[in-house]
């Protein structure tokens, strides 16, 4: 698998506004929905899950784009009420 094959989600589509407009109408709903994402793109589970699937050439690459989106998410989990 390589950097261009993993269907990362745009990080500008990701934020409190578009979460709270959402069909989410609790803030249960919307801090489960982030922590879903949360749990998709936490850095250690995606690499336990398809590091040694990763071609070695774009590990750091995929890396940093795993931690990239695993630290938005955290902020705007952190900014849903």
Known sequence: IGL???????IEWITVTSICS???AAAEERKAA????????HPDK????????IIETDKEAVTEEV???????NAVS????
């Open 78 to 81: 952190s900014m849903i009420v």
């Open 34 to 41: 982030v922590r879903s994402l949360q749990l998709r793109w």
């Open 4 to 10: 261009t094959d993993i269907p990362f989600p745009l």
């Open 22 to 24: 959402s069909h989410f």
């Open 46 to 53: 995606f690499q336990q899950a398809f590091g040694d699937k």
């Open 67 to 73: 931690k990239k989106l695993a630290q938005h998410l």
